[in-house]
C-alpha cells in the first residue's frame, strides 16, 4: 500500500485494486474509553477520498466464523467497525485490466476502508460482538443483481483465517460461481452531448471511449426524454449542446430557443448530476461578460450585454450548483465546421477584400485545445469550479486573426479593411459584442495545463485547409 500523506492524525493508502482505500483514523483514548471520528467530510475529501455522498447507514453484528460473501454493490461503501476485529477480502470485479485483483487485511476500529462500486467485498468476524458498519450512497432495494464470487475460488487463493469448510457462510454464499464464470461490472461510461458541433466533434476524439449523443437522439430541452435517459449507466457527462446563433437569439423566437437549450437544459442536467453524482462538464462562453474589463478572470461578476449571453449566463449559475462540475468558459472557437477562419479563406480565394472589426479583441480557442483542456481537467482531478480556456498568446482583434488568415494563404495582410465595430454594425440588426473577450488563464495554468499559442495553432490550422482552385 501507498500512503498519500496524513493530516488531523488521519492517514489514506491506497492499494493494488484501483479505488480502494485504506484509511488510518484518528483514535483519541482516555480513561472512559476512546472517540474517533469515522467519517469527516472535510478532512477525508482533502486527503483524496471521494465525496461520495452517503444515503444510508448499516450495522451488523456478528459472531466468530461469521463470514458473509465476495458481493460487488453496484454502489461505493465505506467500512469500519466499532467493535471487534474481522479479516477483509476485496476481488476487483469490475471489467478491465485489473479484474481479480485481489487485497486482503485486518480491521479493527481505528480503521477503515473505502470500497468502490464493483469491487467485491467480504468479511469473516474473529471475535465475538464485532459490530460492522458501513456507509453506502445508494439506497438497498430488493431485487438488485450484482456480481459476486466464491469465497474459496482456488484463483483468488485467499487466506481466510478460519477455513471457509469450518466458517459460518450462508447457502447463497456457499453457490457463488468462481472467477472463470463471474461477469464483470460494466463501468460507468462517459456521455457527450452535443456531438455534432464542434467542440462535441473534437471532444469525441479526445474521449474516444465516449457514447456520442446528438439532438436526434437526446434533445436536452425535452424533460420527458431526459427523464428517460440512463443516466444510471454515466459517470461522466460532457455537456456542448448549445444555441449559439448570437443575432438569431435577440428575435423573439431565438430567445426562447436560447434560453431553453442555455439556460433550462443545463439546469436540468445539474440537477441529474447530482441526483446520479455525475461529473458535469459544461461549456460558456465569453459573452457572459460585457467586455468593458481588459481580461477576464473567472470569479468576475457577469454582465452579458445581449440574449444569447443572458442565458448562457443563466445556465452558468445553474450548472455552479451540481458539486462535481467543471464550467469551461472560452472565447472564438474554431473547429471542424462553419466558422470565421474558413469563412476569411474562402474570401482569400475569392479575392475580396473583406471590411473586420479592429476594435474587438480575444483570443481563438481551436476546439481541440478546448476538448484536451476538459480531458487534463477530467483526469487529473483539478479541482471542482470554473475554469476560463482558450488557446495563450498575446490578445488579437478580428481584423489580426484575418490578416493573418490571408497572409496564410498568398494575400496581403492590408488586403483587410479595419473598422470599428460601430462603423460596422451601422445599419444592421446584429446582437451587442464585447469588445475585449480576453480570458485569464491563470487558473487552468496552475492545475498543470498550458495552452498552445493561438497563431501557432492557427497557422496549422491553416496549412490543413488548402486553399480552393
Same mark, same amino acid.
Given at each position: 500500500?501507498?500512503?498519500?500523506?496524513?493530516?488531523?492524525?488521519?492517514?489514506?493508502?491506497?492499494?493494488?485494486?484501483?479505488?480502494?482505500?485504506?484509511?488510518?483514523?484518528?483514535?483519541?483514548?482516555?480513561?472512559?474509553?476512546?472517540?474517533?471520528?469515522?467519517?469527516?467530510?472535510? %478532512?477525508?475529501?482533502?486527503?483524496?477520498?471521494?465525496?461520495?455522498?452517503?444515503?444510508?447507514?448499516?450495522?451488523?453484528?456478528?459472531?466468530?466464523?461469521?463470514?458473509?460473501? !465476495?458481493?460487488?454493490?453496484?454502489?461505493?461503501?465505506?467500512?469500519?467497525?466499532?467493535?471487534?476485529?474481522?479479516?477483509?477480502?476485496?476481488?476487483?470485479?469490475?471489467?478491465?485490466?485489473?479484474?481479480?485483483?485481489? *487485497?486482503?487485511?485486518?480491521? @479493527?476500529?481505528?480503521?477503515?476502508?473505502?470500497?468502490? =462500486?464493483?469491487?467485491?467485498?467480504?468479511?469473516?468476524?474473529?471475535?465475538?460482538?464485532?459490530?460492522?458498519?458501513?456507509?453506502?450512497?445508494?439506497?438497498?432495494?430488493?431485487?438488485?443483481?450484482?456480481?459476486?464470487?466464491?469465497?474459496?475460488?482456488?484463483?483468488?487463493? !485467499?487466506?481466510?483465517?478460519?477455513? !471457509?469448510?469450518? /466458517? @459460518?457462510?450462508?447457502?447463497?454464499? =456457499?453457490?457463488?460461481?468462481?472467477?472463470?464464470?463471474?461477469?464483470?461490472?460494466?463501468?460507468?461510461?462517459?456521455?457527450?452531448?452535443?456531438?455534432?458541433?464542434?467542440?462535441?466533434?473534437?471532444?469525441?476524439?479526445?474521449?474516444?471511449?465516449?457514447?456520442?449523443?446528438?439532438?436526434?437522439?437526446?434533445?436536452?430541452?425535452?424533460?420527458?426524454?431526459?427523464?428517460?435517459?440512463?443516466?444510471?449507466?454515466?459517470?461522466?457527462?460532457?455537456? /456542448? +449542446?448549445?444555441?449559439?446563433?448570437?443575432?438569431?437569439? @435577440?428575435?423573439?423566437?431565438?430567445?426562447? #430557443? #436560447?434560453?431553453?437549450?442555455?439556460? #433550462?437544459?443545463?439546469?436540468?442536467?445539474?440537477?441529474? #448530476?447530482?441526483?446520479? =453524482?455525475?461529473?458535469?462538464?459544461?461549456?460558456?462562453?465569453?459573452?457572459?461578460?460585457?467586455?468593458?474589463? +481588459?481580461?477576464?478572470?473567472?470569479?468576475?461578476?457577469?454582465?452579458?450585454?445581449?440574449?444569447?449571453?443572458?442565458? %448562457?449566463?443563466?445556465?452558468?449559475?445553474?450548472?455552479?450548483?451540481?458539486?462535481?462540475?467543471?464550467?469551461?468558459?472560452?472565447?472564438?472557437? !474554431?473547429?471542424?465546421?462553419?466558422?470565421?477562419?474558413?469563412?476569411?479563406?474562402?474570401?482569400?480565394?475569392?479575392?475580396?477584400?473583406?471590411?473586420?472589426?479592429?476594435?474587438?479583441?480575444?483570443?481563438?480557442?481551436?476546439?481541440?485545445?478546448?476538448?484536451?483542456?476538459?480531458?487534463?481537467?477530467?483526469?487529473? &482531478?483539478?479541482?471542482?469550479?470554473?475554469?476560463?480556456?482558450?488557446?495563450?498568446?498575446?490578445?488579437?482583434?478580428?481584423?489580426?486573426?484575418?490578416?493573418?488568415?490571408?497572409?496564410?494563404? &498568398?494575400?496581403?495582410?492590408?488586403?483587410? *479593411?479595419?473598422?470599428?465595430?460601430?462603423?460596422?454594425?451601422?445599419?444592421?440588426?446584429?446582437?451587442?459584442?464585447?469588445?475585449?473577450?480576453?480570458?485569464?488563464?491563470?487558473?487552468?495554468? +496552475?492545475?498543470?495545463?498550458?495552452?498552445?499559442?493561438?497563431?501557432?495553432?492557427? =497557422?496549422?490550422?491553416? /496549412?490543413?485547409?488548402?486553399?480552393?482552385?
Amino acid at each position: 500500500m501507498v500512503s498519500t500523506g496524513s493530516t488531523h492524525g488521519i492517514s489514506v493508502e491506497h492499494t493494488e485494486i484501483p479505488g480502494l482505500l485504506v484509511v488510518r483514523l484518528d483514535v483519541r483514548p482516555d480513561s472512559r474509553g476512546s472517540f474517533e471520528e469515522i467519517w469527516q467530510r472535510e %478532512k477525508m475529501t482533502a486527503l483524496g477520498l471521494p465525496d461520495f455522498g452517503p444515503v444510508q447507514s448499516n450495522l451488523s453484528w456478528n459472531t466468530r466464523g461469521t463470514t458473509r460473501g !465476495i458481493h460487488a454493490e453496484p454502489w461505493d461503501k465505506y467500512v469500519t467497525l466499532a467493535s471487534g476485529r474481522v479479516f477483509v477480502a476485496y476481488v476487483d470485479l469490475r471489467e478491465g485490466g485489473t479484474f481479480g485483483t485481489t *487485497v486482503t487485511l485486518e480491521l @479493527e476500529p481505528g480503521v477503515a476502508v473505502f470500497v468502490p =462500486r464493483g469491487v467485491g467485498n467480504s468479511f469473516q468476524t474473529l471475535e465475538d460482538a464485532t459490530a460492522y458498519l458501513y456507509l453506502i450512497n445508494e439506497h438497498w432495494r430488493p431485487g438488485v443483481t450484482y456480481p459476486a464470487v466464491r469465497l474459496d475460488d482456488e484463483t483468488l487463493a !485467499i487466506d481466510w483465517p478460519i477455513p !471457509i469448510a469450518e /466458517a @459460518e457462510v450462508s447457502e447463497k454464499d =456457499r453457490l457463488t460461481p468462481a472467477l472463470a464464470d463471474v461477469e464483470p461490472l460494466p463501468r460507468r461510461r462517459t456521455l457527450v452531448l452535443g456531438a455534432g458541433g464542434q467542440v462535441g466533434r473534437a471532444l469525441a476524439e479526445v474521449f474516444p471511449e465516449a457514447d456520442l449523443v446528438g439532438v436526434d437522439a437526446l434533445d436536452i430541452t425535452d424533460p420527458a426524454a431526459l427523464a428517460a435517459w440512463p443516466w444510471h449507466e454515466y459517470e461522466l457527462v460532457l455537456d /456542448a +449542446a448549445a444555441y449559439t446563433a448570437v443575432d438569431a437569439a @435577440e428575435s423573439d423566437e431565438g430567445r426562447v #430557443a #436560447a434560453w431553453a437549450a442555455n439556460a #433550462a437544459a443545463p439546469a436540468a442536467l445539474a440537477r441529474i #448530476a447530482t441526483e446520479h =453524482r455525475l461529473t458535469l462538464v459544461h461549456f460558456s462562453t465569453d459573452y457572459v461578460y460585457d467586455g468593458s474589463r +481588459a481580461v477576464h478572470t473567472e470569479d468576475e461578476p457577469m454582465s452579458p450585454l445581449g440574449a444569447y449571453g443572458q442565458s %448562457k449566463a443563466a445556465g452558468d449559475l445553474a450548472v455552479s450548483t451540481t458539486p462535481r462540475h467543471y464550467l469551461l468558459r472560452t472565447s472564438w472557437v !474554431i473547429g471542424d465546421g462553419n466558422n470565421f477562419v474558413r469563412t476569411m479563406r474562402d474570401l482569400a480565394d475569392r479575392g475580396v477584400k473583406p471590411t473586420v472589426v479592429d476594435d474587438q479583441v480575444g483570443r481563438l480557442t481551436f476546439a481541440p485545445e478546448l476538448a484536451r483542456a476538459a480531458r487534463h481537467l477530467v483526469d487529473s &482531478g483539478a479541482p471542482f469550479g470554473t475554469y476560463h480556456v482558450s488557446n495563450s498568446g498575446d490578445a488579437c482583434s478580428w481584423a489580426d486573426i484575418a490578416a493573418e488568415v490571408f497572409a496564410s494563404f &498568398g494575400r496581403d495582410r492590408d488586403d483587410i *479593411v479595419r473598422v470599428t465595430t460601430e462603423d460596422y454594425t451601422s445599419g444592421r440588426q446584429v446582437a451587442p459584442r464585447p469588445l475585449s473577450g480576453v480570458l485569464d488563464l491563470a487558473k487552468l495554468r +496552475a492545475t498543470g495545463f498550458e495552452p498552445e499559442d493561438q497563431l501557432v495553432a492557427l =497557422r496549422a490550422y491553416c /496549412a490543413s485547409e488548402p486553399s480552393r482552385p
